[in-house]
């Protein structure tokens, strides 16, 4: 069994940054894509940002696009998601996920999910 724990989340004003970061521990490996998913309240869950096995490849939802960045440390099985210009809109409990590929996590498709940290962003 994966365990993912996020950490990272709080209050910000529009324009500022944050880093989110998760951890994975339990019966895991590096061989695994990782993302991020939010969902901000009264809507559904939605993809944000995924990253391959190796680091090398990176998918980004449009709405954040150019103003998020994903990595992560497969020595230390940990993903993080730096938040820069955050919006109010970004305002959304996230979410750390953890499947089998990049593409299918994209989806949803999810072996893991964190028990997510939230981030408000104040006007």
């Known amino acids: 069994q994966v365990q993912l724990v996020e950490s990272g989340g709080g209050l910000a004003q529009a324009g500022d940054s944050l880093r989110l970061s998760c951890v994975a521990s339990?019966?895991?490996?590096?061989?695994?894509?990782m993302g991020w998913f939010r969902q901000a309240p009264g809507k559904e869950r939605e993809f944000v940002a995924a990253?391959?096995?190796?680091?090398?490849?990176?998918d980004y939802a449009d709405s954040v696009q150019g103003r998020f960045t994903i990595s992560r440390d497969n020595a230390k099985k940990s993903v993080a998601l730096q938040m820069n210009s955050l919006k109010v809109e970004d305002t959304a409990i996230y979410y750390c996920?953890?499947?089998?590929?990049?593409?299918?996590?994209?989806?949803?498709?999810?072996?893991?999910w964190g028990q997510g940290t939230l981030v408000t962003v104040s006007s």
């Open positions: 339990g019966r895991t490996s590096s061989s695994y894509a």
């Open positions: 996920s953890l499947g089998l590929f990049m593409g299918t996590l994209r989806r949803g498709t999810a072996v893991a």
């Open positions: 990253i391959t096995l190796s680091g090398g490849s990176t």
